[in-house]
Structures are given as structure tokens and as C-alpha cells.
Nanobody
Framework: QVQLVEAGGGLVQAGGSLKLSCTAS?????MNWYRQTPGNERDFVPG???????NYADSVKGRFTISRDDATNPVYLQMDSLKPEDTATYYC?????????????WGQGTHVTVSS
């Protein structure tokens, strides 16, 4: 069982920056960030496999950066040039692989509000 704890959400003006962190209690092969607004599905934002293979949703490319130092350290989401449409609850998502079996875990979420 892996527990995920997110931090760093808050209120920021449009054009500003926030940095989210997600700390996992165990080793994760891949970690992702998703976001969700009321009444909508949870959408993929960025993900990282290992420590260097990254993938971003088109809506955040060039503005958000996901990073981590190694598979046991927190994953960070640096969010720059924030827009009001980035307002959402951001969820950390981890994938672990043990003996060829994949498991996924979710954090509780941290809310980001971008004011116009």
C-alpha cells in the first residue's frame, strides 16, 4: 500500500506560479498529476516515468513542469503562467510494479484557484 500526500495548492493570480508536491510512502515507477473540476472527469495533466520520461497534456505544455530526483523522492509540479482555467483540484497518482503486477494509488487532492 502506498500513501500519497499532496501539498502546495492555494490561491494565485493569473500569470502567477505555484509548485505542488506529492510525497509517496513507497517506491513508484511512474507518477502523474490529474485535475478535476466539479461535474467533470479527472483529466491527465503531466506524468513522469522513472525520473526523466515526461508527458504533458497539450493544455499545459510550456507552462507546467513535472520533476523528481528519484523513485523514492517527491514529485513536483511547477506551474507557471497560470490561467483561470487551471483552477481545479489536483490529484497525485502513482503506479507501482511488483512482480509484474501494476497497482495505482491516488492522493486526496490539493486545490488550486487562479483568479483573473
Amino acid at each position: 500500500q502506498v500513501q500519497l500526500v499532496e501539498a502546495g495548492g492555494g490561491l494565485v493570480q493569473a500569470g502567477g506560479s505555484l509548485k505542488l508536491s506529492c510525497t509517496a510512502s513507497g517506491r513508484a515507477s511512474a507518477m502523474n498529476w490529474y485535475r478535476q473540476t466539479p461535474g467533470n472527469e479527472r483529466d491527465f495533466v503531466p506524468g513522469i516515468i522513472g525520473c526523466s520520461s515526461t508527458n504533458y497534456a497539450d493544455s499545459v505544455k510550456g507552462r507546467f513542469t513535472i520533476s523528481r530526483d528519484d523513485a523514492t523522492n517527491p514529485v513536483y509540479l511547477q506551474m507557471d503562467s497560470l490561467k483561470p482555467e487551471d483552477t481545479a483540484t489536483y490529484y497525485c497518482h502513482a503506479v507501482t510494479v511488483t512482480d509484474g503486477h501494476y497497482k495505482t494509488y491516488w492522493g486526496q487532492g490539493t486545490h488550486v484557484t487562479v483568479s483573473s
